[in-house]
């Protein structure tokens, strides 16, 4: 993989580590390829976090892979079938990936939690040595960003 690559891999983890979501941490660490400002990548990706609105569903990290798949490869035009159904794939073989090497793309399961997730608790874990002990998002944050870097440096060939 490209130098540049692997240091936009090892941005989203950084970003994480200073305390943006996982969704966020992968967009911004590619949004400039597309002409988003860092600012607009954090603003877009922000309510992905914690599996979406801390709701405990598809991983932040995942979601920020769908959310750079549309970047990249989807379609501008209103009924562009063959435009969606490309990005679909895409889509597709970037979460399949994602499954394979991290079990599960959903955010509850990653974090092993079991039963109904409560919601109305909006408010975000303090981040500090035990949450980033106990938790496995660094890692996935750093799996979502390899693959998306992966698919561009593969896209280029």
């Avoid at 950084?14 to 660490?29: I, N």
């Avoid at 990249?72 to 090497?101: I, P």
Wanted: hydrophobic content about 40%; aromatic content about 8%.
């Amino acid at each position: 993989m490209k130098p540049e690559l692997e240091e936009r891999v090892q941005r989203a983890v950084d970003l994480f580590m200073s305390g943006y979501g996982c969704c966020q941490s992968v967009v911004a660490a590619f949004a400039d390829i597309y002409g988003f400002t860092d600012q607009q990548a954090k603003l877009a990706a922000a309510g992905f976090g914690g599996g979406v609105g801390r709701m405990r569903m598809m991983c932040g990290a995942v979601s920020g892979l769908v959310m750079l798949a549309g970047m990249s490869d989807g379609q501008t035009e209103g009924d562009d079938r063959e435009g969606k159904a490309h990005c679909y794939k895409v889509v597709q073989d970037l979460l399949a990936k994602s499954k394979e090497e991290n079990g599960s793309l959903i955010c509850a399961e990653l974090l092993g939690i079991k039963g109904p997730v409560p919601v109305g608790n909006f408010i975000p874990d303090e981040r500090n040595a035990e949450y980033y002990r106990k938790r496995p998002c660094a890692a996935k944050v750093e799996s979502a960003a390899r693959i998306f870097a992966t698919y561009l440096d593969s896209k280029e060939l």
